[in-house]
């Protein structure tokens, strides 16, 4: 969805609720960016921040203009930013897909402002209970439908070593986009779809999120 006309609507979605709460001119930094999808929609959300990305592979050419981007083993490297340099991180859909998520985590608490934040969003367990989508469309609905990924990331595991980082626990909970999650009971009777299992997964609550901040 486009955020360039619902910037006042950031309520609807937890990742947008999020990024909003960034200080106006703020920096950003996207951890994981893939294909550059969710960071775009961040950049049309507040196209007041300066944003940065960083992802092993990543497609740095789809990303907005103004991205500073760094290319990263994000279980060996350390990431380019000074210390204390961004006032929001992000890092969604990226946990799961390591082995040991500690050395990052630490990475993040480096780069956070005092009073700085970062979310992290990854597959709720429930995932590993749902069956596979039809082979006719490809969507990751069970946990290991992606086979990149390695286990799943229990919140209490990950708010336990977000604290040992010096960081602490703000909120937890699930991640939904709520106009996706309203659409789900008209996909109900419509054949497969891309869209169908989107609606169902915001619906379901697919995501499991947690906030943490830095202290003054």
């Known amino acids: 969805m486009n955020w ?5 609507c950031a309520w609807l979605d937890t990742r947008a609720r999020f990024v909003a709460g960034t200080p106006r001119g703020g920096s950003l930094l996207d951890l994981g960016s893939s294909d550059g999808a969710t960071l775009s929609h961040m950049g049309e959300l507040r196209p007041d921040l300066k ?3 960083s992802d092993l592979a990543g497609q740095p050419e ?14 060996r490297d350390s990431l380019q930013w000074p ?7 992000t890092c969604m859909q990226l946990l799961e897909h390591l082995h040991d998520p500690t050395h990052l985590i ?6 956070l402002r005092p009073g700085g934040r970062a979310f992290f969003e990854t597959p709720h367990p429930k995932s590993l209970n749902l069956p596979s989508p039809p082979c006719q469309v490809k969507f990751t ?16 595991d990950l708010a336990s070593l977000v604290q040992q980082s010096g960081l602490q626990v703000q909120s937890t909970g699930i991640s939904r986009n709520w106009l996706f999650a309203m659409s789900h009971p008209f996909f109900v009777f419509m054949p497969p779809s891309r869209k169908k299992f989107t609606a169902y997964v915001h619906w379901l ?8 901040k830095r202290r003054q």
């Open 62 to 75: 789809k990303y907005p203009k103004r991205c500073a981007f760094q290319r990263a083993d994000f279980e």
């Open 106 to 111: 630490r990475e993040v608490a480096r780069l």
């Open 51 to 53: 944003l940065f990305a």
């Open 205 to 212: 609550g697919w995501s499991a999120f947690l906030i943490a």
């Open 141 to 156: 609905l069970n946990f290991y439908d992606d086979p990149t990924h390695t286990k799943v990331v229990k919140m209490e």
């Open 83 to 89: 210390d204390q340099s961004m006032d929001t991180i």
């Open 4 to 8: 360039k006309y619902l910037r006042h």
